[in-house]
């Protein structure tokens, strides 16, 4: 038997790609290295605009509702914006994922959980995957296996994969301290190119940091030092820390499709490069690439209409956070002083968060930062 689709990886990109396709009634097999529901290093912060891709269904396995935004850098005053109304909302992966993944079952994708895509060749008109179980056919893949994913190296022979890393702990808070419900902290002064974060969960804090370049950084000893800085945290040895790593997002990344190869998601390095939101362009890009399998299924149009549909509507979003991300990061400061005094960027980037606004709306309402730094001068 032939599928239309195999999918690799049953993540936020892989299972929304799935449910798409299977929705379009595409024959889908999605392979799954892990057994859901699974732990996975992720703060689960999912902004409210996610609602606008998926609807309201996954509020089930919400814990938190974000309204307000703690900035902090390195031990400076911190300050707060409350927001008028929710920004994010905050999840567990385990439980968000195994959501997900049902989602796609029900509508009629087959599932292999336990079962990685171990090689994966291009053949003359259709995919070969070998698991430890057995060896599929398929007309087309995506490979949605997050980084480093074992589909682009297989199948994309120019295939670069730059990653920064990240490291987090859940945790609950520290002996006679607590965390408010209803916030969380960013503080963008202890790691270079990146930030530390608290999220708050129904019954402990996930908290951790990440850099997204690859420069070399004594991860521990960072994490070390804000735990120190932040008294709602216990000291970072009384912690379990988990370390993964984080797609670098290139604003000159090459083409995402190969063949009858489509990548989406982490393993397609769609992530936001300012505060590391992976699992809204996951799904984002799971959706389109499901479109565009379908058309190229059913209607013949070339795969690489998902290449035109990502540079029109995803790039330009992550383009604008790569330039915000590199006035942030090389100024953290800087930044972090003109926000406590004018917090207009962070108001925007809320409606950002909230599907009101886009990043290139952000940047186009006088938040250039050039006219900060104009300002200044
Ligand atoms: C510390 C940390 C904190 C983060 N916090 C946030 C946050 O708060 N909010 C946010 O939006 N993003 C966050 N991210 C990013 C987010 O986790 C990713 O962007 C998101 O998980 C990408 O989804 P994906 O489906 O592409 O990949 P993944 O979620 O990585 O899923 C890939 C799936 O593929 C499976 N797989 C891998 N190899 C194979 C194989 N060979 N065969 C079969 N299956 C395979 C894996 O088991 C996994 O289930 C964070 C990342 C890190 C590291």
Redesign the pocket.
Same mark, same amino acid.
Do not use: Q, W
């Given at each position: 038997m032939i599928y239309d689709v195999i999918v &690799? +990886?049953?993540? =936020? %990109? #892989?299972s929304t790609a799935a449910l798409e396709l299977a929705r379009r009634g595409c024959r889908v097999l999605a *392979?799954?290295?892990?057994r859901h529901p $699974?732990y996975? &290093?992720? +703060? +689960? #912060? *999912?902004?409210v605009r996610l609602n606008h891709l998926i609807g309201r269904g996954y509020h089930a396995v919400v814990e938190k509702t974000v309204t307000r935004l703690v900035m902090a850098c390195q031990g400076r005053p911190s300050f707060e914006v409350a927001f008028d109304a929710p920004i994010a909302y905050m999840t567990m $992966?385990d439980r968000f994922?195994a959501y997900l993944m049902e989602q796609a079952r029900q509508a009629g994708c087959e599932i292999r959980e336990d079962? =990685? %895509?171990?090689e994966m060749e291009s053949m003359d008109d259709s995919i070969r995957v070998k698991t430890p179980r057995g060896e599929y056919h398929a007309r087309t893949i995506i490979g949605? /296996? +997050? &980084?480093p994913s #074992?589909v682009a190296k297989s199948l994309f022979p120019m295939n670069k994969t730059v990653c920064g890393v %990240?490291?987090?702990s859940e945790t609950a808070p520290a002996s006679g301290r607590s965390w408010s419900d209803d916030g969380v902290l960013i503080d963008i002064g202890f790691i270079r190119h990146g930030y530390s974060w608290i999220?708050p969960k129904a019954d402990h804090l996930s908290c @951790?940091l990440?850099t997204f370049h690859r420069d070399r950084q004594d991860l521990r000893a960072r994490y070390g030092q804000f735990a120190l800085e932040h008294p709602t945290l216990p000291a970072a040895e009384a912690q379990r820390t988990i370390g993964? *790593?984080? =797609?670098h997002f290139s604003p000159n990344a090459g083409s995402r499709v190969h063949g009858r190869a489509i990548l &989406? @998601? /982490? %393993?397609a390095a769609m992530?936001d490069p300012f505060l #590391?939101?992976?699992?809204?362009?996951?799904i984002w890009s799971g959706q389109l690439a499901a479109q565009a399998v379908a058309e190229f299924l059913k209607e013949g149009k070339p795969l690489t209409s998902y290449d035109d549909s990502v540079q029109k509507e995803i790039e330009p979003e992550l383009r604008t956070a790569h330039r915000i991300a590199w006035i942030v990061y090389h100024f953290p400061r800087l930044v972090f002083r003109l926000t406590s005094r004018r917090t207009e960027f962070l108001v925007g980037y809320g409606k950002v968060l909230q599907g009101r606004m886009s990043y290139q709306g952000l940047w186009k309402r006088g938040l250039d930062p050039r006219r900060w730094f104009g300002r200044l001068l």
């Open positions: &690799v +990886g049953t993540g =936020p %990109a #892989g *392979l799954e290295k892990k $699974r996975k &290093v992720c +703060g +689960g #912060g *999912l902004s $992966r994922d079962e =990685p %895509a171990m949605a /296996d +997050g &980084v #074992g %990240a490291l987090e999220f @951790g990440a993964h *790593l984080i =797609p &989406v @998601g /982490d %393993a992530m #590391g939101e992976g699992i809204y362009y996951a």
